[in-house]
Every structure is written in C-alpha cells, then in structure tokens.
C-alpha cells in the first residue's frame, strides 16, 4: 500500500536512544510530514471504521496524539491512561514492567464509568509490558479491549504474546 510506504519513510530512525543498542523509531517524524500525518490518519481512520465500542483508551504519551482523533471520527469518548500521579479525582491503578524500567498506570473512574468495550491505542509496542499492563486495569474495572492498535510493531520483542485482546499495528519491524 503506497500511503504505508509514505509512513515509513517519515519515521526517523535513531540508533542508540535513549541508551546504547536501542534503535528508537520516532513517530514525530510522521507528524512533521502533513502528507505523512494524512496517510496516517486514513489508515487509522479507515481501519477502525465501523468498529463496535463504546470508548478510545490512548497511552500516556503518544498514546494521547492518536486516541483523540480516532474518538472524533467514531464519536465516542477519549479517555487517557496515564503514568503515575497525574490524574485528579478518583483513579484506579496498576503497576508494570516497561522497556526502561517500572511504572505505574492510573485511569480516571469518572471516564470508565459505563464502558465495556474500549479500543486501546498506542504509537508502537515493544515489549507488550505498556499494553498488556493497560489490557489488565482496564479489565479489572471491567471494560474489555476490543483490539490493541498501534502505528508501529517491534516483532522481534514478541509483545503481542503479552496482550489477550487482537493486535493491529501498521508498520512492522523485526
Ligand atoms: P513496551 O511497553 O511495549 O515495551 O514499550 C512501548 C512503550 O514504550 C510505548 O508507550 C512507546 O511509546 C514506548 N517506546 C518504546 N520504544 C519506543 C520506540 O522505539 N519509539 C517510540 N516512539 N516509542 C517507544
């Protein structure tokens, strides 16, 4: 697919960030591309068409530049998972392995309440310690991940065996 191409190419690609031997994929570089950024939201937008939930949960913090925009299009609330402490009102938690360390998730209940079925976004999956950590706080407050959706995929790190809930991502990369 041509606009796939387009994507790939805008991602910038920078070796050893933020420390040695990491090969950090910049999801910035497609937002600084406008024809980049376009194709990137008609394949969002075109992949999650017609999708049935009742919510857009989106990643602290480039979870939360594409999570918006899906709920616009599908006209259901955006509800942000973010780190530890930033959240006002009352918060349910859960704590997680990442690939530079441990945190801790945090929901607002006020944004949950009501919902069962959640589209969970995030700008790329490593090791699956981010998703499948946000796959379990929303499952114990009782919302259920229809699908995992990422702009990029790390495949060698095998996140996807973390996550219960289907993965989809655009760009693969071993
Ligand atoms: P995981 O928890 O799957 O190991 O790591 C994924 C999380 O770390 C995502 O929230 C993602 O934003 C961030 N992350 C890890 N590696 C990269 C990378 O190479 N590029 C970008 N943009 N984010 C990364």
Known sequence: ????????????????????GIIFRDIFGIMQDVHALQA????????????????????????????PL?????AKPFIPIRKKGKLPGKIFSENYVKEYG???????ASGIKGKKKALLVDDLLATGGSMSAAELLLSKVG??????????ELKSLNGRSKIKAPVHSLLKYD
Do not use: W
């Open 40 to 67: 990137l939201r008609d394949l969002l937008v075109e992949h999650v068409a017609l999708m049935d939930i009742d919510c857009v949960v989106g990643l602290d913090s480039r979870g939360f530049l594409l999570g």
């Open 1 to 20: 697919k041509q606009q796939l191409q387009v994507l790939e190419k805008a991602v910038k690609n920078y070796p050893d960030f933020p420390k040695e």
């Open 70 to 74: 899906l709920s616009v299009e599908l």
């Open 102 to 108: 441990e945190d801790t998730f945090e929901i607002q």
């Open 143 to 152: 919302v259920n991940v229809v699908e995992c959706l990422v702009v990029m």
